[in-house]
């Protein structure tokens, strides 16, 4: 037990004693809390917990890879118009039936499966692409690369991610 102290006079006195042998005040021993704290229950264990955290991660690097690259595209353009000097007026175009060719298109973006190897997709496309992110961990890696062409109204992407270097999930815009 512990030795108390008088509520009066400061004092301590004996773990025992019910009246302060300096003032003869009554002592009254300290309240003990008569509840206690439990834990909380455990949700998920541990691995769930952790697969759930690298999901979210994962979910959001590819939010703010994305936007990032989105905010880059635009904000190149802006910049360029605001320090580009004036151009001279353009000579009237010539109404041609030609589409330019385009290396990005819906044969190649088909002839990619889930499984390839990235090296494989790199041959199909022609290029690395753009790396969005790059996420490592002890079970394996999973990253996101863009290939895009054309600019606004014209613009032509397709977007890979490759789980341990092999297509997970694919997506495209503008593609003929």
């Not at 499966?113 to 990235?118: D, E, I, L, V, Y």
């Not at 790199?122 to 790396?131: A, C, P, V």
Request: hydrophobic share 35%; proline share 8%.
């Amino acid at each position: 037990m512990q030795p108390f102290f008088c509520s009066s006079c400061g004092k301590q006195n004996a773990p025992d004693a019910r009246f302060c042998i300096h003032c003869a005040v009554a002592i009254t021993p300290p309240i003990q809390p008569q509840f206690s704290i439990q834990p909380a229950p455990i949700l998920a264990t541990r691995q769930q917990r952790k697969k759930i955290q690298l999901s979210t991660i994962l979910i959001l690097a590819a939010i703010i890879g994305s936007v990032i690259w989105l905010v880059s595209l635009m904000g190149g353009r802006e910049r360029d118009r605001a320090t580009a000097p004036p151009s001279p007026p353009a000579p009237p175009r010539r109404q041609t039936a030609q589409k330019p060719v385009r290396s990005l298109n819906l044969e190649k973006y088909n002839a990619i499966t889930t499984g390839m190897k990235q090296e494989e997709v790199e041959k199909i496309l022609g290029s690395k692409g753009k790396q969005m992110y790059d996420l490592k961990d002890g079970t394996g890696s999973k990253s996101m690369y863009a290939w895009q062409e054309g600019e606004a109204a014209i613009l032509s992407m397709i977007q890979i991610t490759f789980i341990n270097g092999k297509v997970h999930d694919k997506s495209q815009f503008g593609l003929e």
